[in-house]
């Protein structure tokens, strides 16, 4: 079971993109390979090919391997519901929302499922790129683990931590995991990597050696900061820059404080014509052409904390303006009249009083829908390659104005005057022909950009960057 594990010293280190870049990188050698991530906790997921959801950052490694999702290579996604409690994702399927205490005792009963997915994986490719989650230095968190250090035992996989320069004190990172690891699990690292680098690699040689003098690991190479590496979907919302471009269309994003899936908005932050900002707790949604209210994890959460930073003050002025508001998934279900939850499927049982700018209502369900999709926008009459991850029903007089047809089916809601928009499909933007027509509609000057050519020239340069910096022969060597 050909495998290599990549580790990190703490979250936010590299280690999502540095996995696609190997994965693209050992495609590009003729391996036939796939990524693996025993378990993710993030509200941006992917729906895949056999009908369930994955961390999204999977999703791209898959990708960069040349192959569609799979439920397989993220067994166990955790999905943040409120501050401390999750809903359980196995296998693709929702098994359970638990509070993160309960969480160690349901652990003992992943790690069969966890393995059931590698050892298809590892069947069904030549090697197999695993990535780790955290941090192995937690180790208050290492009984009954199946994120690092207890997968990679129960797997024999050998393990490469990886270490951010850029956020300081790299070599502490790496030798003070040394030093608080069980010695059975330090064993298990075959060697590390310095991620993020900035400037003059050779000032850093000395403290490179001594790196490995005091954890007796192998380096495998410091890999210098991508530059590139925003054109790339984000896992987390922290690393989407505030404000991306100056193009002349302003558009406004407010960051729920459970938003998910919100790559939606990366092919618009790419576009040459647009000046995106990321609205943040606490300051005001400035003025623009077009706000998009993204989705939730928790809507009527969401549409609580929406309110306490007074944005829905923003938007109304906003549309007493004649601005345009898009609202995708959650946001959608913001925008209408009421959301009721009656089992408490989201949170307490309980009915919200929507922002009230469509004539819609929307009724939480224990059916979750998980497709991907091709619609017909209407306005346009373009064709949107997406895909749908929701719960909850959606109805009222404005969904005769659907923003959009699957098939027979209508989708979403547009309000009389036709400024304010709603829709379950996310990825909507990734189709170039439609965001194209979506900003001229909005003013915007029209833009040749292929968002998934651009997808793939990254990832290429990735890998290439990649094979430039890092020993990959040795690298790849260490799979068993």
């Known amino acids: 079971m050909p495998a290599i594990m990549i580790q ?56 960069a391997s040349g192959l569609d999702p799979h439920t397989d290579m993220n067994p166990v996604l955790l999905k943040p519901e409120s501050e401390t409690g999750s809903q359980v994702v196995v296998q693709g399927h929702r098994i359970a929302t638990v509070k993160a205490h309960d969480y160690a005792a349901l652990k003992p009963s992943l790690m069969a499922p966890v393995l059931d997915s590698f050892h298809r994986l590892s069947t069904a490719h030549e090697l197999v790129i695993v990535e780790g989650a955290g941090s192995p230095s937690e180790v208050n968190l290492r009984t009954n683990d199946i994120a690092n250090m207890g997968f990679s035992r129960a797997s024999d996989t050998p393990v490469i931590l990886v270490g951010d320069i850029d956020r300081g004190g790299v070599i502490a990172q790496i030798v003070g995991t040394k030093a608080v690891l069980d010695p059975t699990d330090s064993d298990m690292i075959a060697g590390f990597i ?58 406004a994003v407010p960051v729920l404080s459970r938003i998910a899936n919100f790559d939606d908005i990366d092919p618009l932050a790419q576009e040459p014509g647009v000046s995106l900002t990321m609205v943040h707790a606490g300051e005001p949604i400035p003025q ?61 049982a309980g009915r919200t009083q929507g922002l009230g700018h469509i004539n819609v209502t929307t009724t939480m369900t224990g059916n ?75 003013g915007a000057a029209s833009s040749t950009l292929s968002y998934d050519k651009k997808i793939e020239e990254t990832l290429d340069a990735l890998a290439a960057h990649i094979e430039g910096h890092l020993d990959l022969t040795g690298i790849l060597a260490l799979a068993r």
């Open 8 to 63: 990190g010293t703490g979250s936010n280190v590299g280690k999502s993109l540095l996995v696609a870049g190997l994965c693209r990188a050992a495609k590009l050698r003729g391996l036939s390979v796939a990524p693996f991530k025993p378990q993710n906790m993030s509200n941006n997921a992917a729906v895949t090919i056999d009908g369930g959801e994955i961390g999204r950052a999977q999703a791209l490694q898959a990708r």
């Open 194 to 251: 310095i991620n993020k680098f900035r400037g003059d690699v050779s000032l850093f040689e000395e403290g490179y050696r001594l790196i490995e003098t005091l954890t007796s690991w192998r380096g495998f190479g410091t890999l210098p900061f991508f530059a590139d590496s925003f054109r790339l979907p984000s896992e987390d919302a922290l690393d989407i820059p505030r404000i991306n471009g100056t193009g002349a269309t302003r558009i």
């Open 288 to 348: 623009a052409d077009l706000i998009i209210i993204p989705g939730s994890k928790s809507t009527r959460a969401d549409l609580a904390y929406l309110r306490t930073q007074g944005w829905d003050i923003d938007i109304a002025a906003h549309i007493r303006r004649g601005g345009y508001v898009l609202g995708i998934c959650g946001g959608y279900q913001m925008l209408g009249q009421t959301i009721d939850d009656p089992e408490g499927i989201e949170g307490p």
């Open 368 to 442: 979750k829908r998980l497709t991907r999709t091709q619609a017909l926008h209407m306005q346009s009459g373009l064709t949107i390659d997406g895909y749908e991850i929701h719960i909850g029903r959606t109805t009222g007089p404005d969904c005769t104005r659907p923003f959009a047809t699957i098939g027979t089916t209508p989708d979403g809601a547009i309000s009389a005057n036709g400024h304010i928009m709603g829709s379950y499909l996310h990825g909507m933007f990734a189709s170039d022909q439609f965001r194209a027509a979506f900003l001229a509609s909005l």
